[in-house]
C-alpha cells in the first residue's frame, strides 16, 4: 500500500538452526517483529537455505547431497544480497535497517564487508 512507503523497513534475519519464528514465538508484546510492527516499521523475515521454511529449491531435493554444499559464504554473497535486493523491491524504499540474531549478525556483516556498494543501502 501506499502507506508502507512512509514506514522504515527492517529486514531481519534469524540464527543459526533456527528460522524467522525466532522473532514471532512469543506473545506479540515481546516479540521483536511484533513490536517493530507497531512502532511503525515495515517488518521482512529472512529464512536462510535449509531453514524450515527455505527447503525448496528450484532443482535439488534436500535428500540430495548437493542441496548441502554450501558454506556460509554462500549465505553472505549471494543470499544476503538477493535478499536486500527484493526488500528494496518489493518495499519501493532505498534502503533498510537489518536486525540479525547470531548467524543473521554475521551474514548482514560478511555481506555489507564483501559488497561495498551495499552499506549505503542498510
Known amino acids: 500500500s501506499d502507506s508502507s512507503c512512509h514506514r522504515p523497513v527492517v529486514l531481519m534475519a534469524h540464527g543459526f538452526a533456527a528460522s524467522s519464528t525466532e522473532f514471532f514465538l512469543n506473545p506479540p508484546e515481546s516479540s521483536p517483529a511484533f513490536i517493530l510492527a507497531d512502532a511503525g516499521f515495515d517488518v521482512f523475515l529472512l529464512n536462510h537455505r535449509v531453514s524450515t521454511y527455505s527447503r525448496r529449491h528450484v532443482s535439488l531435493s534436500p535428500d540430495d547431497e548437493t542441496f548441502w554444499q554450501f558454506t556460509i559464504d554462500d549465505y553472505a554473497r549471494y543470499d ?7 526488500v528494496l523491491e518489493v518495499s519501493g524504499h532505498d534502503s533498510l535497517h537489518w536486525i540479525g540474531h547470531s548467524l543473521g549478525t554475521l551474514t548482514g556483516f560478511m555481506a555489507l564487508a564483501g559488497n561495498p556498494e551495499y552499506n549505503g543501502k542498510v
Open 80 to 86: 544476503a544480497i538477493a535478499v536486500v535486493d527484493k
